[in-house]
């Protein structure tokens, strides 16, 4: 098969530096690579000729619309059968094309995901929000590349799709968060199944600090409700969780003054995550960082549901006037 890489990019060059020299090691090599340069003050142009004579990858710059709309862009541009997603700040080990190849073959696969997970060289940081975005303790759950026990929603870091089936839903949405999960959502409600290719997977850097790492998952909290106006169905119980830490962090001070106990949840969590990450990373201090990247996970993503919840069911406010300026971050 031929497959097209694509590759949104915003503000990012030396991200992409790293991408770019890790698919030069692939040993599966027919594919391009498509890069999309969302309207970056940084451009990337200097990187991509970089590797102009070592990988068949193409360059555009387009102005600012979101990453969903550079990925629409990439694929008009595309020449492959199978569109394979990226984030920039993704690394992808030598194997990862050639096991995306083996699944489709043995498979008959239209469309699939992989998990992600962290690369020896990541600071602690983010290897302490790999374990929180990662685990079934947090929302983690199928990222960490575990069976699902529902169904699979490949996400645009790590995501491919046949192009024919691409064009038949019409792409990404104009969403500025949580498009590729309403992407999932229509290619499986038009009747494709999603996979899991639990052996095709990525290095994920995610954000370099844990404020960053905030704003990133309140920005997913309050998609979720944009995905909910957009598909009701999609919205889960296991959605309305982080929603109540949030609530419960919040009036728990108030309580321990009266109630002592009610920081016992807090510290059996709190030591659970911390064994768990530990036994992950073989490391004493990403495990301690673990229980702060999974409170702070939590309670963001809680933070924005409820925020979302406010502003755009109870006030009616614009669904998407919330996500204009920070898709990014």
């Known amino acids: 098969m031929f497959y097209s890489v694509i590759i949104p ?30 309207g970056s003050s940084m451009p990337c142009k200097n990187i991509i000729e970089k590797y102009g004579k070592q990988l068949p990858v193409h360059y555009f710059y387009i102005s600012n619309s979101g990453p969903g709309q550079a990925r629409n862009y990439a694929a008009k541009e595309s020449k492959g059968e199978y569109l394979i997603f990226l984030d920039s700040d993704c690394i992808v080990p030598p194997q ?15 469309f699939f995901g992989g998990p992600d997970k962290a690369h020896f060289s990541f600071s602690n940081i983010q290897k302490a929000i790999n374990c929180s975005m990662t685990s079934m303790l947090t929302t983690g759950g199928i ?27 019409g792409g990404f949405s104009e969403m500025r968060f949580g498009e590729d999960i309403d992407f999932s ?33 309140f920005n997913s909290g309050m998609a979720r ?15 309305f969780f982080p929603a109540l830490f949030t609530l419960y962090t919040l ?30 990373t073989k490391s004493i201090r990403v ?22 919840s406010v502003k755009n069911l109870m006030l009616k406010h614009n669904k998407n006037s919330a996500f204009d300026t920070t898709f990014y971050e």
């Open 143 to 169: 990222r960490g590349g575990n069976k699902s026990i529902d169904l699979f929603y490949p996400r645009s870091f790590n995501m491919g799709i046949r192009k024919t089936i691409f064009e038949h839903v």
């Open 9 to 38: 990019v915003y503000n990012r060059p030396d991200e992409l530096d790293e991408l770019l020299e890790s698919l030069t090691c692939q040993t599966y090599t027919n594919f391009e690579i498509i890069v999309v340069d969302d």
């Open 225 to 239: 409700i944009n995905l909910y106006k957009r598909h009701p169905k999609s919205l889960k119980t296991v959605h």
């Open 185 to 217: 959502i229509r290619v499986i409600n038009s009747g494709y199944r999603s996979h899991l290719f639990t052996n095709s997977w990525v290095f994920h850097k995610r954000r370099t600090d844990l404020k960053k790492f905030f704003k990133q998952i």
């Open 96 to 110: 990862y094309l050639a096991s995306i190849e083996q699944e489709i073959i043995a498979n008959k696969v239209d």
């Open 287 to 308: 495990g301690l960082l673990s229980i702060i990247a999974s409170f702070i996970q939590l309670f963001a993503y809680g933070s924005g549901f409820l925020y979302a």
């Open 251 to 280: 009036i728990s001070p108030f309580l321990s003054f009266s109630c002592w106990f009610v920081c016992i949840p807090f510290c059996l969590y709190s030591a659970l995550i911390f064994v768990s990450a530990t036994i992950k």
